[in-house]
């Protein structure tokens, strides 16, 4: 692997780890964030540089691998800033092998180059891959909410439940990153009808309908939430459902196709 490939790879993985024994060891403190923090701007930095070659002069290359790979520096570029303003660091965990994962099949299975997407429908693109980012990262919220519901039920009070915000802060957090995905999801939809010109000819009919029901479901989800006090489990297995239907509806498809 070519080292601007294993740099991100190799960051991010160590932070994943890094992240992991703080959560678990009672002996390890703060004072390793600055290390983390490093590690994600080396990861954070290179993995957009590479993806910095999808520009071409006559539009954007996104194949199936490259898109996920996107998604993927979008999803940890998004947590390590937000990070700094909000407890959420406890979402690396997930995010960031899964993004170093993502690294190295993307190197391995980088795809045959085809038709680049034109630069005119730029802004529904990013609308989308900044739905799937927010979206994404509410399901690993989702994930986390669920264990961490699960320890206090069971009154296991362990190193990793004592060390994550209130139980409180991380359902406001994660109906705010729904909220927020949800409304940039809208925006996807309502982008994409200006460029469709026909749903069988550019076989997008499976990939609409399909974002459409994830749609329905997060928007249900966050209108359960606001006036029907949905919470706790209910809540994190919708959004984990919804975005299985999201992802199924753009890289499902695109593979299928």
């Known amino acids: ?19 992991t024994r703080y959560f678990v060891l009672d002996s390890v403190t703060n004072q390793h964030r600055t290390i983390i923090n490093l590690m994600l701007l080396i990861a954070c930095s290179s993995h957009g540089y590479i993806l910095f070659d999808l520009w071409q002069h006559d539009g954007i290359f996104f194949g199936l691998t490259v898109s996920i790979s996107f998604v993927a520096w979008v999803v940890a570029t998004l947590l390590f800033l937000t990070s700094f303003s909000k407890p959420i660091h406890s979402l690396g965990i997930l995010v960031y092998p899964l993004s170093a994962i993502v690294v190295f099949i993307a190197f391995l299975l980088p795809g045959k180059p085809g038709e680049p997407i034109d630069v005119s429908i730029a802004a529904h693109v990013f609308l989308s891959i900044g739905a799937y980012a927010l979206l994404a990262i509410a399901v ?10 699960r320890f206090l039920h069971e009154h296991n009070f362990n190193t990793f439940v004592d060390k994550l915000p209130a139980f ?6 994660l109906y705010q990153t729904l909220k927020m995905g949800s409304l940039l999801l809208t925006f996807s939809l309502l982008s994409g009808y200006f460029y469709i010109d026909d749903f069988f000819t550019q076989k997008l009919m499976p990939k609409t309908i399909l974002s459409i029901i994830a749609w329905i479901g997060f928007v249900v989800i966050v209108l359960g939430h606001k006036y029907f006090g949905w919470r706790g489990k209910i809540m994190s297995q919708s959004t984990q459902i919804a975005f299985a239907v999201l992802f199924l509806s753009y890289f499902g498809t695109k593979f299928f196709f």
């Open 1 to 19: 692997m070519p080292l601007l490939h294993a740099l991100p790879f190799i960051a991010y993985l160590l932070s994943g780890l890094l992240l």
């Open 140 to 149: 690993a919220q989702s994930i986390l909410v669920s264990i961490q519901e």
């Open 168 to 173: 409180q802060t991380m359902e406001a957090f």
